[in-house]
């Protein structure tokens, strides 16, 4: 119902209204991997919780939405074999 929330991070100049699902700040040589079919990874980020009614729930929460993976000043970065599902935010 309330989701956790935190504030300015002066030290990478990144606003945080409500946090994101999995962040990451300043990751080196970072790998993320899954199998493939059935059995891979799925991130669902139960949008739908987030989105409600079709612009209503846009309308609440304007861009006030976790994103459901997000990577700040990171280097050497693989994501493979993942499926991001039913975000709460567009990205």
Known sequence: KHWPRGSRDEDINV???VL???HFIRPRDLTLT???GVSGGILN????AW???PFVGYLQRVEDRPRLLSV???ENILVENWLFF???YWT
């Open 15 to 17: 606003y945080r209204g």
């Open 20 to 22: 994101d699902c999995v």
């Open 34 to 36: 899954s199998g493939l």
């Open 45 to 48: 980020g139960q949008g739908d």
């Open 51 to 53: 989105w409600g009614i």
């Open 72 to 74: 700040t000043n990171g």
């Open 86 to 88: 039913n975000s709460p």
